[in-house]
C-alpha cells in the first residue's frame, strides 16, 4: 500500500456548459434600459407594446407643465404613431408570407409587396387641448399602439432569437429598432422642457398644479385679482 494519498482532481468543466446556458431573464423595464444605452436587447413573447408605451410616456404624462407646450406633445404623437406604423408594417410582412406560401416562387415576391403596401394604416392621433389639460393625451397614445399588442406578442414568440436569422434582422432587432425613435423623442421632450421650465421660471411666479394645468398667465391671474399662495 502506498503511504501517499492519492491527490483528488475536481471534474472538468465541460466546454459546453457556457455556451448552451439559458440567457439571462431580464424585466421589460431592464430591456428598456439596454435599449435605450444600445446594449443587447432580446424580446420573446412576454413583451407588451401597451406596457412598453405607457412606460415610455408616464414620467412626461406625470408633469403638469407639459400642458404649457402643446408642440412637445404633438412630437411625441408623432413618434408614437411612426413606431405603430413600422410594427404595423412588420406584422403585415408575416401576414403576406403566410398568405403567399403556396404560391409560385416568381410570382410570391411581387405578391407580397402588394399585400404590405395594400395594409390598412390608423390614422394619426389627434391630440386637443382638453387632452392636453387633463393630461389624458398619454393614454390616447397607449390606445393608439394597444391593438399591435398580442399580435406582436404572438410573433415574438414565434420567431427566431437575435443571431439566428443570417444576414437578415430578427423580429426582436426590428422592434427595438422601431422604438429607439419613441426613446429619442421622449429624451428630447424631456430635455426640452426642462429648458423651457428654466427660463420661464425667472418670470412667473411658482403656481399650484392645477393652475398650471390650465396653463394660467400672469395677465389671467392679474385681471382676476388672483394673487398665487392667497387671495386678495
Excluded at 100 to 129: E, F, S, Y
Excluded at 133 to 142: E, F, K, R
Aim: with cysteine; hydrophobic share 40%.
Amino acid at each position: 500500500m502506498s503511504i501517499f494519498r492519492k491527490r483528488r482532481t475536481a471534474p472538468r468543466r465541460r466546454i459546453f456548459e457556457s455556451v448552451t446556458a439559458a440567457p439571462p431573464t431580464r424585466d421589460q423595464d431592464e430591456q428598456r434600459q439596454r435599449r435605450r444605452t444600445h446594449r443587447i436587447v432580446v424580446y420573446t413573447g412576454t413583451f407588451d407594446l401597451t406596457a412598453e408605451v405607457e412606460a415610455v410616456l408616464s414620467p412626461l404624462a406625470a408633469r403638469p407643465e407639459i400642458a404649457r407646450y402643446p408642440q412637445v406633445v404633438s412630437e411625441l404623437t408623432v413618434a408614437v404613431h411612426e413606431a405603430v406604423l413600422d410594427l404595423g408594417r412588420l406584422l403585415a410582412e408575416r401576414d403576406a408570407r403566410r398568405r403567399t406560401a403556396d404560391l409560385a416562387d416568381d410570382t410570391r415576391g411581387r405578391a407580397t409587396d402588394l399585400i404590405v403596401a395594400a395594409r390598412p394604416r390608423p390614422a394619426c392621433p389627434t391630440i386637443d387641448r382638453d387632452a392636453l389639460v387633463s393630461g389624458s393625451w398619454s393614454s390616447d397614445l397607449v390606445e393608439h399602439a394597444a391593438p399591435l399588442t398580442e399580435p406582436l406578442r404572438a410573433y415574438l414568440a414565434a420567431a427566431l432569437p437575435p443571431g439566428a436569422t443570417g444576414r437578415a434582422a430578427s423580429v426582436s432587432e426590428r422592434v427595438v429598432d422601431a422604438l429607439r425613435p419613441l426613446d429619442r423623442a421622449a429624451a428630447d421632450a424631456a430635455r426640452r422642457l426642462d429648458r423651457l421650465e428654466a427660463t420661464r421660471a425667472a418670470s412667473v411666479p411658482d403656481l399650484p398644479d392645477d393652475l398650471r394645468r390650465l396653463n394660467a398667465t400672469q395677465t389671467e391671474l392679474d385681471a382676476l385679482g388672483i394673487v398665487v399662495g392667497g387671495a386678495r
